[in-house]
């Protein structure tokens, strides 16, 4: 699949130098829903990318460039999916940086086709476990092999795979932010050692936080997602998507769960089909 526009360094129809640090994961990215022309909450994900791009020492990239070039690339288009990469400019070979600009890869593809796990999803628990590395936490970096041996892990009928660290704890999906819903709280993983601090995850606490929903952050075991009463996982593309399986049986879905979604509706953060 060819994406439908592209921007390397501003420039249309342009590549990316073989000499790119892409080849060591040395970058940042986001993964945005566009509707009705507009990358939905760009201001969040340009600030994500910023101190994302800062915690690894790239080039600071003009943020009003940057979000201009975003605009462009989704103007016109009902609904598409816009990725930005910011990499460490290439000077060289070899691991260690040397000081370069730090290049700009925009890209926008098509919106996925709807599929049967819309209203909620059965889900695998994945053995490929996340290395704990506070430096890393929480950073959305290019680096996803670990991501990538997980989803080899599961197919049809699973849409989702879940993911423990090496130690144990339930840290995320494959591609997926995970909450769990216990006596009408939230409680979401905490990720100061593995893990992607999602931008629709740091939405869905302040929605609920508005709607009175107290919110926790903590060590999740895979018994604790089992019981839980609800359970769901959101990034920018789905929203919010209730887990209707977790290998025990079929659940409903949940009243928090659907109140988390309107919620999101409302305030405009999550695509409307």
Not at 39 to 54: D, F, M, S, T, V
Not at 103 to 131: H, K
Not at 138 to 164: C, I, S, T
């Amino acid at each position: 699949m060819n994406p439908l526009r592209s921007l390397v360094n501003g420039r249309v129809e342009a590549q990316v130098a073989v000499a790119s640090r892409l080849q060591y994961g040395d970058g940042v990215f986001e993964t945005i829903a566009i509707q009705n022309g507009q990358p939905l909450l760009w201001p969040e994900h340009g600030r994500r990318l910023a101190a994302g791009a800062a915690s690894l020492g790239l080039d600071a990239v003009d943020p009003a460039l940057l979000g201009a070039e975003a605009e462009g690339l989704a103007a016109g288009l009902s609904l598409a999916i816009l990725k930005v990469v910011l990499v460490r400019g290439a000077a060289g070979r070899g691991y260690r940086p040397a000081a370069a600009p730090t290049d700009r890869l925009l890209s926008v593809w098509p919106w996925p086709s709807r599929t049967r796990f819309e209203e909620g999803a059965p889900v695998f628990w994945c053995r490929t476990q996340l290395a704990r590395q506070p430096l890393l936490a929480g950073l959305k970096h290019l680096n996803r092999l670990e991501q990538v041996l997980a989803q080899r892990e599961f197919a049809d009928p699973y849409w989702e795979g879940l993911m423990q660290d090496t130690q144990g704890w339930v840290i995320e999906g494959t591609m997926t932010n995970l909450f769990v819903v216990e006596r009408g709280a939230l409680a979401t993983p905490l990720l100061d050692q593995a893990g992607v601090a999602g931008v629709m995850r740091e939405r869905v606490v302040m929605r609920a936080r508005e709607l009175g929903i107290a919110v926790h952050f903590d060590r999740l075991t895979k018994s604790r997602v089992v019981e839980a009463d609800e359970v769901f996982l959101c990034n920018s593309i789905i929203g919010v998507r209730p887990v209707l399986d977790l290998g025990r049986g079929p659940r409903r879905r949940g009243p928090v769960t659907a109140m988390i979604e309107e919620a999101l509706r409302r305030g405009g953060d999550a695509v409307v089909l």
